[in-house]
């Protein structure tokens, strides 16, 4: 299984952006796929998951009114929409998934993209 994340780039606060994570082979309604960044220095951080069968949605506090995560069955693809971008959201971000529905921590998702950078200015 392969995710390909795209869409990251650099963008003035208050800016918004559209993340992209396409996944090679099938994802089954028992599936979670999600987001989460890192920044240098820092761990990486749970930012939204989404159940694959059902499309029920979970966010970090942080992020939570400003970002949607959604997915395409047909497309096998998931997708950020980050509005009201921060500077402090920039991070590399990386889509994951587990196939035993892992919903906030990154060591119980099973398959990782390579991560694409998001870089907010101020």
């Known amino acids: 299984v392969q995710l390909q994340a795209s869409g990251g780039g650099l963008v003035q606060a208050g800016g918004s952006l559209r993340l992209s994570c396409a996944a090679s082979g099938r994802t089954f309604s028992s599936h979670t796929m999600a987001w989460f960044r890192q920044a240098p220095g820092k761990e990486r951080e749970f930012v939204s998951t989404?159940?694959?069968?059902?499309?029920?949605?979970y966010y970090a506090d942080s992020v939570k009114g400003r970002f949607t995560i959604s997915r395409v069955s047909a497309e096998n693809t998931v997708y950020l929409q980050m509005n009201s971008l921060k500077p402090e959201d920039t991070a590399l971000y990386f889509c994951?998934?587990?196939?035993?529905?892992?919903?906030?921590?990154?060591?119980?998702?099973?398959?990782w993209g390579q991560g694409t950078q998001v870089t907010v200015s101020s």
């Open positions: 994951a998934r587990s196939v035993r529905g892992a919903l906030y921590f990154a060591r119980e998702f099973d398959n």
């Open positions: 989404i159940r694959w069968g059902t499309g029920r949605t």
